[in-house]
């Protein structure tokens, strides 16, 4: 039982929601606890780490702490299950997934392959980010699934953008935009499916 207050604690330092000087100095923590290792954290003052591990860790202690904080949080609703599989898929695609590409005019095609759990992110992830971009642009966006993944077409206005799109590439291309946070919270907030 003595590990969801220090969990709570540790997401709340995480989130800048109480100083950590000020956990460290009340905490009732005897040594060789399981809290022992935040008291030695303090280091006389110096800069602690910001990241608070993982980062799929990091971006969910992230949202639990905004979820925490804000008063109109309806518990009944929130999937934090959902982001993480969200997550999952993020790794996944990234870190797994094969992308080959083609030049044809003002068209490259990114031929995205997976199997197993990366050709369902794949799946779930191409599509979804396709429309993102193409709704920011600059560029025409269109993804289709294969069986074997997705094909995701960029077409370009300029040969800049053409040049652009060529060096971001299909894993620049997917990290583009900032809508990925408001997504994340809302996802986890049961605003949105996975």
């Known amino acids: 039982m003595k590990r969801l207050p220090i969990l709570i604690?540790?997401?709340a330092i995480l989130a800048g929601a109480i100083p950590v000087y000020h956990w460290i100095s009340t905490s009732n923590a005897t040594p060789n606890t399981e809290a022992s290792h935040s008291a030695h954290a303090n280091h006389g003052g110096k800069e602690?780490?910001?990241?608070g591990g993982q980062s799929a860790f990091a971006a969910i202690a992230e949202i639990v702490a905004l979820l925490e904080a804000d008063p109109d949080t309806d518990w009944s609703k929130i999937d934090i299950a959902a982001l993480r599989e969200h997550l999952v898929d993020m790794n996944s695609l990234i870190l797994e997934a094969k992308?080959?590409?083609t030049v044809e005019g003002d068209t490259i095609r990114?031929?995205?392959e997976g199997e197993g759990g990366v050709l369902r992110a794949i799946q779930a992830m191409v599509p979804a980010h396709a429309a993102e971009l193409?709704?920011?642009?600059?560029?025409t966006v269109e993804a289709q699934t294969t069986s074997d993944g997705a094909i995701l077409s960029v077409t370009s206005g300029t040969d800049a953008d053409l040049e652009r799109a060529r060096a971001l590439g299909f894993f620049g291309l997917m990290a583009k935009g900032s809508h990925?946070?408001?997504h994340h919270l809302a996802m986890a907030r049961g605003l949105m499916n996975h």
Not at 48 to 51: S, T, V
């Open 9 to 11: 604690a540790v997401l």
């Open 48 to 51: 602690l780490p910001k990241e």
């Open 99 to 101: 992308a080959t590409s």
């Open 110 to 112: 990114f031929r995205i």
């Open 134 to 139: 193409n709704r920011t642009g600059p560029w």
């Open 180 to 182: 990925h946070q408001p």
